[in-house]
C-alpha cells in the first residue's frame, strides 16, 4: 500500500523518509509523518514487528475489540470491558 501526503489540495505519494535510532532505541518522526499520521507529543504508539518491518500505529487509531471480535465472533464488548477492569483493579490491587 502506498503512502500519499497531502500537499494543498493534492495528495501525492510520500517518498521513503530515512531517520536514526539514538541511544535508547529513540526515534525522531519526522514532522511530516507524525503530521499526516494524526500523531501529537504525548500519544501512545502500538508498535508491531512483520516480517522485519517495524510498525507503529496511533493507539487511538485502533479499536482492539473490532480486531479481536472480527477474529473470535461475536464478542459482548460490555462484558469485555467489565473483564478486563476487574483484572485491571486486581493487577492493580496486587502492586500496591
Known sequence: ????????????????????VY???????PASVRHEAGIQEGDVLLVTVK??????????AVDL?????????EVDEDEVFEQGLKMARAASWRLE
Open 65 to 73: 475489540i473490532n480486531i479481536f471480535s472480527s477474529e473470535l465472533g
Open 23 to 29: 541511544k535508547g532505541g529513540v526515534v525522531k518522526l
Open 1 to 20: 500500500m502506498e503512502t500519499l501526503i497531502t500537499v494543498g489540495n493534492l495528495r501525492l505519494p510520500m517518498a521513503p523518509l530515512v531517520v536514526k
Open 51 to 60: 516480517d522485519g518491518r517495524i510498525i507503529l500505529t496511533p493507539r487511538k
